[in-house]
């Protein structure tokens, strides 16, 4: 399984960005497709991840100012960053699970495969 993310770059704070990340190698869709965040010396923090029927999640840090999507029939799924601020700047990984639960899927170890990561970075 692979997943591609892009969309990453550097922005001025309130801008926007558009991460994507398509998931290929595996006929059946993620349970969950999501997003997690790290800076250099901390642990990869979670952002948001959508299960495939739509209901989404976020953590409280982008809520509001982050949309996370996904297309099914692509494997694809998205983040609308709006309103960026400069401690949005990080290495974004999306990452896939085909385990499905009832959690939210907020720990990076309920995931089964992870991008390359793309770097977002938020200027002052």
């Known amino acids: 399984v692979q997943l591609q993310a892009s969309g990453g770059g550097l922005v001025q704070a309130g801008g926007s960005l558009r991460l994507s990340c398509a998931a290929s190698?595996?006929?059946?869709?993620?349970?969950?497709m999501g997003w997690f965040r790290q800076t250099p010396g901390k642990e990869r923090d979670f952002v948001a991840t959508?299960?495939?029927?739509?209901?989404?999640y976020y953590s409280d840090s982008v809520k509001g100012r982050f949309t996370i999507s996904r297309d099914n029939a692509k494997n694809t799924v998205y983040l609308q960053m709006n309103n960026l601020k400069p401690e949005d700047s990080a290495v974004y990984y999306c990452?896939?699970?085909?385990?499905?639960?009832?959690?939210?899927?907020?720990?990076?170890?309920?995931?089964?495969?992870w991008g390359q990561g793309t770097q977002v970075t938020v200027s002052s």
């Open positions: 990452a896939a699970s085909w385990r499905n639960s009832d959690t939210d899927h907020s720990r990076w170890n309920e995931y089964d495969s």
């Open positions: 190698g595996r006929t059946f869709s993620p349970y969950f």
């Open positions: 959508i299960r495939r029927g739509g209901s989404a």
